[in-house]
């Protein structure tokens, strides 16, 4: 297992930090830094505080390790919503395999992709539905309806922002496929019904899990100045090769790099023999390219995780 490094540049300005806050929360840095990270924290409860709904996006491609594991306490009994986003980019098996687990657990989950826009009307419609309940109360207590008030949180770079401007159909929130970009709460109003608000990627101050750190570096939820290529990128070779389809993603890997991937080697000597071949013998080029092509799609369409049992 490869241990994820935590920052280790002394030299941090506000700005980084800033980007780290949708960066590496994870054990050393939480040391380092307690008042920002425990900012991060007091900021995402007082949003919630503030409003009726809570629509929680993770990434279909990591939806375990883009949990945010102090949500449900937070949430309370305010109504939940799971968005599983980038649906887009894991294939047809595996979103059933998650649809599955998700209906054993009683969860209902809306699949949704911020780019074009799938599912969009459905995440809508599930927020409004909430409000009927919202507004049949304070009708109850005498008050007027008003707009629901629902929120996005979600990790760094799961495409919130993404979403918003797809349900809102217009590009009001700033959208980048970098984490940290959002980086002010910001409400919408969605028609006369609803009030959304964008808010900055939050990743728990409890987040030790080095695996579920890689993973987050892998899917670039978390700053690049976290991590070091090679690191994350024999990661995700490590992933893929532990995967039900890992026999086709070796062939996949070689087709696409023009070397064998074999059994024998690990994913150390994948990168290094990739960039012989390729990167004129840098590694860290290689991991650079690996990881590219992981993102934008180019090594298939493929959940890094899925349901226990699978
Ligand atoms: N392929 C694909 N890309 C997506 C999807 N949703 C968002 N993206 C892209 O992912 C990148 C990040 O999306 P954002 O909407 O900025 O993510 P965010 O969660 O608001 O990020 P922070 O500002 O870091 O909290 C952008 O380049 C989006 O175009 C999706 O469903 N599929």
């Known amino acids: 297992m490869h241990q994820l490094q935590a920052l280790v540049g002394a030299e941090l300005d506000d700005d980084l930090l800033l980007e780290q806050t949708g960066g590496l929360l994870e054990g050393r840095l939480v040391q380092w830094y307690p008042g920002h990270i425990a900012r991060a924290e007091r900021r995402l409860k007082e949003q919630l505080g503030m409003v009726d709904v809570v629509l929680e996006v993770r990434d279909a491609r990591i939806p375990m390790s883009t949990c945010h594991s102090q949500l449900a306490k937070w949430c309370g009994t305010k109504p939940r919503l799971l968005l599983l986003n980038r649906v887009d980019m894991i294939s047809e098996s595996d979103r059933s395999a998650w649809t599955r687990h998700f209906k054993q657990q009683k969860t209902p989950v809306l699949w949704t992709d911020g780019v074009s826009g799938l599912g969009s009307g459905q995440v809508r419609k599930a927020a409004l539905d909430a409000s009927v309940a919202i507004n049949a109360k304070r009708r ?54 609803l009030d959304l608000l964008d808010a900055p990627g939050v990743i728990p101050a409890s987040f030790t899990d080095q695996q579920a750190a890689q993973r ?77 092509d992981f993102r934008v799609g180019a090594l298939g369409r493929i959940a890094l995780e899925l349901p226990p049992g699978f």
């Open 140 to 193: 109850n207590r005498g008050l007027m309806p008003r707009p629901v008030r629902a929120v996005m949180i979600g990790f760094p770079n799961v495409g919130k922002s993404a979403l918003i401007n797809r349900l809102l159909n217009r590009r009001v929130c700033r959208s980048a496929p970098k984490p940290g970009v959002t980086r002010d709460l910001r409400w919408n109003r969605l028609g006369s019904d």
């Open 216 to 292: 987050l570096a892998v899917c670039n939820d978390i700053g690049e100045a976290s991590y070091i290529d090679s690191l994350i990128a024999a990661s995700l070779l490590d992933t893929l090769t532990a995967l039900p389809s890992a026999r086709s993603l070796r062939r996949r890997l070689a087709q696409r790099y023009d070397v064998e991937f074999s059994e024998d080697m690990t994913a150390e000597d994948y990168i290094a023999a990739v960039a012989e071949a390729k990167c004129q013998g840098e590694d860290e080029r290689a991991a650079q390219r690996m990881l590219k």
